[in-house]
Nanobody, 128 residues
Framework: EVQLVESGGGLVQPGGSLRLSCAAS????????MVWFRQIPGKEREGVAS???????IYANSVKGRFTISRDNAKNTLYLQMNNLKPEDSAMYYC??????????????????????WGQGTQVSASP
């Protein structure tokens, strides 16, 4: 089972940028579907962006045009570049992995209940 470690969160002003990283262990990382989720206390974990083993990308409508998901297979690392951050983007961000390589056939990121392997998360706060 791949181990996931998120980093890169922090406090920024609205309009600012952050780049999150998700370091994964395992030599078959390049074949995984990788997904970024976020969660606010008291609310369900929601999918932000997914990237499958064929390079297909899906974004949640709320982040389209502002966030970019990418991966560096040589470094076993997933990224989430977040630009023009808004207060409503503030949340704990998590990455998840699926060994099948398939993410979803839906136009929205897959649901959190499909995954049981999570990192510890990294906190993002966009506040004046």
């Amino acid at each position: 089972e791949v181990q996931l470690v998120e980093s890169g969160g922090g406090l920024v002003q609205p309009g600012g940028s952050l780049r999150l990283s998700c370091a994964a262990s395992g030599d078959t990382y390049s074949t995984y579907c990788m997904v970024w989720f976020r969660q606010i206390p008291g609310k369900e974990r929601e999918g932000v962006a997914s990237l499958d083993s064929d390079g297909n990308i899906i974004y949640a409508n709320s982040v389209k045009g502002r966030f970019t998901i990418s991966r560096d297979n040589a470094k076993n690392t997933l990224y989430l570049q977040m630009n023009n951050l808004k207060p409503e983007d503030s949340a704990m961000y998590y990455c998840a992995a699926d060994a099948t390589g398939f993410c979803t056939s839906s136009p929205t990121p897959p649901p959190a209940e499909w995954y049981d392997n999570w990192g510890q998360g990294t906190q993002v706060s966009a506040s004046p």
